[in-house]
Structure formats: structure tokens, C-alpha cells
């Protein structure tokens, strides 16, 4: 991707919606065409991850929902730029590095089911996109956060894909952790978040579908960069689509 076009600032908050599974390969190609775009990069996941590590470090049982959603009312998340990322702040504290274990993931997936719990990060994911340009990735943005959204992608890959994935990303941070266990999980997750009442992960009927197996996150983010050059006028009124950088060859 070329890294040599000139910053684009819209006119219009501009919405990218970036769907998928676990392990998709979401959070680098949105991060890449954030980037692109000059847009805010949002990860809803680390939204509902923070939840989870604060229940953890409340004390508060998981089952207790009552106690879960009084929580997520009050929870102040804050995610902020970081050369190496997103800083994820939950009630002041950098928890960053602690919400991606496989501990914080097979609890945040039945917590990120409550009703409450979804109505109260929806709204928070609303109001920054209605401050700010933003490319957003999740389970349910082109569904119910953003459904207007003028480019919707649904990014998917095949389990064993998106398990050597989080498998390379683990062992980065120096986690072991059983590729064949992350597979087994993944699926699981997939069918919980897949199967739930509240939003489930669904792409949107407008998405486009990415299958990201034989593609690398940049092949991805340039198929997303075309499309936002394709959005219609009557979707982005006062966006001026021709200072949208050109493409990778
Ligand atoms: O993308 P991730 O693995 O960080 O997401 C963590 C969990 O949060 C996962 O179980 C799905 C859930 N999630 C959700 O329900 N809705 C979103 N918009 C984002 C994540």
C-alpha cells in the first residue's frame, strides 16, 4: 500500500464498518486503512475485552448480571493512539496488555451477550463515530452500530487460518498456548457469538464479503480503499472522494 498520499481529511464523519470472526485478520487491516483514510481506527472487541477484565478485577461474578451491567454503565473506556497500537484505559488504568490472554477472551464472549451490556457499548461506538471519521471493526458495526455506513466489509477465513493467526500473535507476546486449544476455542466462540439473541455476528446484507486465506492484510485493505472510491454520491454528499489516495499496485 503506498504510504506517500497526502492525508485525507473528509468533510463528513466517514464510516468504514469492518465485520468478521475471531482472528479474520480485522484489527490489521483496519488499522491499515484507517491509516490510508486518516480516520480514527476503532476496536470495538477491546471495548467489550475491558468490560471483562474489569468484572475480573471488580470481583464480580460473571453470572451476577445485574452487577455486570451496573458496571458497564460506569465503566469509562478510553482507547487511545499508540505508536505500537491502541492504548485501552478502563477507568483511568492502561490495561492494554492485559486483555488479550484466552482468559479475557472466553469471558467477554458471554458477557458481550447481555442486552445491557451491548445497548450501553453501542451507544458509546455511536458517539465517537458521530465526533470522527472512523473505520470500525467488530461483530455487529454494519448491522446495528453503523448500519448506514457507506463501506461495510464482513472479513472472514477459515478456522485453522484464524488460529494460526492468534497462535503467531500469542507466541509474539511470548504466550504458549495449544494451536489445536485455539482452534477448539475459535469455533466455540464463533457458535456463541454467532447464536446469541442480541446482535449476533451476521454480515450485513449491504457488506461486501472478504475471505482473507489467500490474502495478506494489505491485499485486503486495498480491496476496502476501493471501495470507499466507489461510494456513491448520494451516500457521502459532501465527502470529496477524489482525494482519497490511490491504490497499491
Ligand atoms: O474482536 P475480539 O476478539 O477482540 O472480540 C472480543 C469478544 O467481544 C468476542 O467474543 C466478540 C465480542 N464482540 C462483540 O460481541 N461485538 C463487537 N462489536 C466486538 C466484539
Not at 147 to 155: D, I, N, S, T, Y
Amino acid at each position: 500500500m503506498t504510504s506517500t498520499s497526502p492525508p485525507f481529511s473528509p468533510s463528513l464523519p466517514l464510516q468504514v464498518a469492518i465485520d468478521g470472526p475471531a482472528g479474520a485478520g480485522k484489527s490489521t487491516v483496519a488499522r491499515l486503512v484507517a491509516r490510508a483514510l486518516n480516520l480514527t481506527y476503532v476496536d470495538t472487541g477491546a471495548m467489550y475485552r475491558a468490560l471483562a477484565w474489569s468484572v475480573l478485577a471488580h470481583s464480580i461474578a460473571p453470572e451476577d448480571a445485574s452487577a455486570v451491567c451496573r458496571l458497564a454503565q460506569s465503566l469509562v473506556i478510553v482507547l487511545e493512539d499508540a505508536a505500537d497500537g491502541v492504548r485501552v484505559l478502563a477507568d483511568g488504568q492502561d490495561i492494554t496488555p492485559r486483555i488479550r490472554t484466552p482468559e479475557i477472551s472466553r469471558l467477554t464472549s458471554p458477557l458481550s451477550a447481555l442486552p445491557c451490556v451491548r445497548t450501553r457499548m453501542v451507544a458509546l461506538q455511536q458517539a465517537m463515530a458521530a465526533r470522527q471519521g472512523v473505520v470500525m471493526e467488530g461483530r455487529d458495526i454494519g448491522t446495528v452500530v453503523l448500519p448506514h455506513a457507506p463501506v461495510k466489509v464482513f472479513l472472514t477465513a477459515s478456522p485453522a487460518a484464524r488460529a494460526a493467526r492468534r497462535h503467531a500473535e500469542l507466541a509474539a507476546r511470548g504466550v504458549r498456548y495449544s494451536l489445536a486449544d485455539l482452534e477448539r476455542e475459535i469455533r466455540e466462540r464463533d457458535t456463541r457469538d454467532a447464536t446469541r439473541d442480541t446482535s449476533p455476528l451476521a454480515a450485513a446484507p449491504d457488506a461486501v464479503l472478504i475471505d482473507s486465506d489467500s490474502l495478506t492484510a494489505e491485499q485486503v485493505a486495498d480491496r476496502i480503499l476501493a471501495l470507499a472510491r466507489t461510494i456513491p454520491a448520494s451516500a457521502s454528499a459532501a465527502w470529496p472522494r477524489s482525494e482519497l489516495p490511490a491504490l497499491a499496485s
